[in-house]
């Protein structure tokens, strides 16, 4: 427990109630004057409005992204929701009709609400496949509207309007090594 904040109850008899009340209305309306004027910087937003933005550095929702063919690009090596501290990607695997890359999620669920941003799985991620964005937009009712499949994941309508972030990270690369 904190410790408890006492009053001088005799502050008030040093400057009187009238005088104080007036200050702090002199205050309020001196602000309201130099924010409509733009004086001074307004430190709250009109939300939904105007919205803030964050650094790059900022992880929000995960994005899947995908492949030059728009299938996703992970091969379901199971790296991140093995390095994931709260457990909360789950992959389902299978064989995958692209030889060269074996396996393909048939299955890929996140579950936000158990998710704590920290941006492992896009670390932890050989193919950058999973990445975790700016959108900090997050709202729900029921706890199923927090489990994210493969297709919110990878083509909900604020990525590139529902077509999905493509990458090509390392793909030169990984067509040497196939050689
Ligand atoms: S951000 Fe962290 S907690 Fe969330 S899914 Fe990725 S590894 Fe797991
Ligand atoms: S997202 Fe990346 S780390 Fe996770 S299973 Fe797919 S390829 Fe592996």
Redesign the pocket.
């Known amino acids: 427990m904190g410790e408890r904040m006492i009053l001088d109850s005799n502050l008030y008899k040093e400057h009187g109630y009238i005088k104080g009340i007036s200050l702090g209305l002199k205050i309020t309306f001196l602000k309201m004057v130099y924010f409509l004027t733009g004086k001074e910087k307004r430190m709250t937003l009109n939300y939904p409005e105007e919205k803030y933005f964050y650094s790059d550095r900022f992880?929000g929702k995960?994005i899947l992204t995908t492949k030059e063919d728009g299938t996703l690009r992970c091969t379901s090596c199971m790296l991140?929701s093995t390095?994931?501290?709260?457990q909360?990607?789950h992959i389902v695997a299978a064989d995958d009709s692209d030889k060269s890359v074996e396996k393909a999620p048939v299955s890929f669920e996140?579950e936000l609400l158990r998710?704590?941003?920290?941006?492992?799985?896009e670390e932890a991620c050989p193919v950058d496949a999973i990445r975790?964005s700016g959108e900090y937009e997050l709202a729900g009712n029921a706890e199923q509207e927090w489990v994210m499949d493969q297709y919110h994941l990878a083509f909900r309508s604020t990525l590139n309007g529902g077509k999905g972030i493509q990458s090509t990270v390392d793909d030169k690369d990984r067509l040497k090594l196939r050689l």
């Open positions: 992880k995960h991140c390095y994931c501290p709260a909360c990607i996140i998710c704590v941003f920290c941006g492992f799985c975790l």
